[in-house]
Nanobody
């Protein structure tokens, strides 16, 4: 099992930016892909973005394409989510999780969820 710790959430006005980080424990970070998901109370968790082990393949949900950027630094065991042009509908708890090494669209395979970080976008 891998322990994941998210940080970087907060309150921002619409149109603003936030950068999330997810630090992973252990020495096997390069053996798996990583993903960011979000959840609003009363709704199912949804995928935001995923990245493969080397950072050469990325997936973005249609709702965040062109605004969010996922990246990873394997030397720091950390995955990032840069969020620009934030909208009120981006308000959610954001979670990171580890997933398949390369088949990053297999969203049901993600596990070892972090505790989440709250992102609130005011209008």
């Amino acid at each position: 099992q891998v322990q994941l710790v998210e940080s970087g959430g907060g309150l921002v006005q619409a149109g603003g930016s936030l950068s999330l980080s997810c630090a992973a424990s252990g020495r096997t970070f390069t053996r798996y892909g990583m993903g960011w998901f979000r959840q609003v109370p009363g709704k199912e968790r949804e995928v935001v973005s995923t990245i493969n082990w080397s950072g050469t393949s990325r997936y973005y949900a249609d709702s965040v394409k062109g605004r969010f950027t996922i990246s990873r630094d394997n030397t720091k065991n950390t995955v990032y989510l840069q969020m620009n042009s934030l909208k009120p509908e981006d308000t959610a708890v954001y979670y990171c999780a580890r997933g398949p090494m390369d088949f990053i669209w297999q969203f049901d395979e993600y596990k070892d969820w972090g505790q989440g970080t709250q992102v609130t976008v005011s209008s």
